[in-house]
């Protein structure tokens, strides 16, 4: 029975407490479906939006932290890390080049004109104003076009990145390089106002050659500071920092000027300049330095680079180097190699390079090539090439100290030195002639025999004793400039002659000093003093020929009127390399001309395009350095008297075997002749050794043939290979 309270229902049982156990309610109240109400949509959304973002937050907390674990610090942001530079002065001060890292004072963007910084706005980052650091637009912009392209054409960085890149980071392009310079860049733009990042790209930007900031770049392009710059410069700077390389005004300046065009239009379209400003800058010509656009004289810098870190080891602050160039001479020297470049390429003439010494050694003058941006290697110091009859000199000096005179009687004839035959330029041989004569007429028989006759290793040692540094070889040709060597060895060689005969060593430093004028080097004045080389009577025989050569000879168009010039010309075979060395009293000019690949040019000899460059030169350089004449050197022997004039009959004689005439073509160049008498030796020194015993001084590797009498021998049958030919 139950018990009060207990409510029966059909086929169930007692429900407690007298309630009733209903069915669910199918208006939706009551049972079941009377608990949790459904969420709207709107809400769900929210709440996935929530959930999606905290876990957005927590993968970028954790993605920048891994980025920031090595973020480079900010404190070297005012810190400036960059290789010493080296500035490049000429003897009088000018300056040469400068070498390293150039940095000056910064600008004060409040000093510059308004177009200035507004320039560098315009084509680098036209919503600087207006993003905080990173510009999405800028960035989208650059992915579609990247994305099109199949390679990255466009940059989405803003100057903001641009100046976190260059004060942070390293220039490698990956992600991670990419986001820590966007996590600085915003540090950036939260720190510094707009005017002050811009302030410190402009002054921390490399614009190339070498220069930092806008200021540092003013005045290496233009010679003038920042506060100057027209429009048309500012334009050119701005266009710079694309790729300072390839948009150079010095060795790109079409590219340049047509980047600086765009720099200007990018102007114009954000409000900057008017059409009218436009237009005049692109009328006004941008001049680059004169001294940055002097791309010459940067073999002289390179020649000296070298030698800098074994002066003073490798440079640990900023360098002012006091040379011995003087620009004004450099100029004209390029002046007169770009002349006869031009007029000669279709010779074949590709290639040319120039030395002048003073009579101290000390360089005025140095040109390595035909451009120094299209080839850096020094032709003047580093190329060996065959000097030809520019060699010549050294086997005549060592014949006059072994006694010959100019006076004395030699024989132009077919001869024969072991197994090889030289020949001359023109195929003929003359006879009986004087030392003097076959001096200015290069003949190469008389050369090759009196080498055979005094010792060709007599002869290197004479070569050595005047400044011939390059390996010399003993074989016969030697005698006719078979020998490699560079312009500076013979310009060095040469200045014997000019200075009164003293050995001189050539150089280009003078001194070495810090920019707050702490020397560090300077040139030991008795250290690198000339030492004695030639006596007389030598001396003054060997400039009477040389002078000959001049007046009368091979090198007749290197003469200038009213000047006391000697020197000699020099050809190889088959005109791969022509020579004119040349000098005055106390200055002395070494040419060479030919082609990198060592193949012919078109019949130039000594005495066309190499005396040119030369005369060239020295008609631009004589009136400045007011040169005296070719000075007589030490005191003479007691007792020594004069030669007769030989002056007169020199310039009567013509020059039909010299370098100057065409060549002939598919000469006869061996024929048979008759045995020739031995030629009389004859001396105006009556202390000279008897005419008929010529002075032999055989060693190795000279030709075992007997030499007690210079006999003429059969010259080599006509099927014999052809020796080289050096005029």
Known sequence: MAGPGTTYEQGSGPVPGGRRNTPPSSNGKGGPGNGKPRRSGWRRLFYWCAVLAVWLLIFMVVFFAVFARDLPSTDSLYNVDRQPSITYLDRNGALIAVRGTQMAPPADLDSLPDYVPAAFVAIEDRRFYNHPGFDPIGMS???????????????????????????????????????????????????FSKKEILALYLNRVYFGAGAYGIEAASQRYFDKSAKDLTVGEAALLAGLLKAPSRYSPVSESERAGARATVVLNEMVEAGVITDAQRAQAAATPVRVSRTLATQHAQYFVDWLDKQIRGLVGEPTEDLVVETTLDLTLQTSAERAVRRILDRDASRGVEQAALVALDGDGRVRAMIGGASYADSQFNRATDARRQAGSAWKPFVYLTALEAGYTPETRVVDQPIQIGNWSPRNYSGNFIGETTLANAVAQSTNTVAASIADRVGRDNVSRTARRLGITSRIGLEPAMALGAVEVSPVEMAQAYDAFANGGRRVNAYGISRIRTPQGRVIYQRDARAGAPVQAISNPFLYYQNQMLRGVVTSGSGRSAAIAGRDIAGKTGTTSDYKDAWFVGYTGGFVTAVWVGKDDNTAMRGVTGGSAPAAIWRGFMEAALPRLNAPAIPSGPAMPEGWQPPSPIGNMLGQIGDPYGDNPPAQADADLYGEPEPTPAPRVMSSDPNARRPDTPVVRPTAPQPSAPRDTPQARPAPAPDRKTEPLFF
């Open 141 to 191: 912009r650059a992915m579609v076009a990247n994305m099109r392209a199949g390679r990255v054409v466009q940059g989405g960085s803003t100057l903001t990145q641009q100046l976190a890149k260059n004060l942070f980071l390293s220039p490698d392009q990956n992600m991670k390089r990419k986001v820590q310079e966007l996590m600085l860049a915003v540090w950036l733009e939260m720190k």
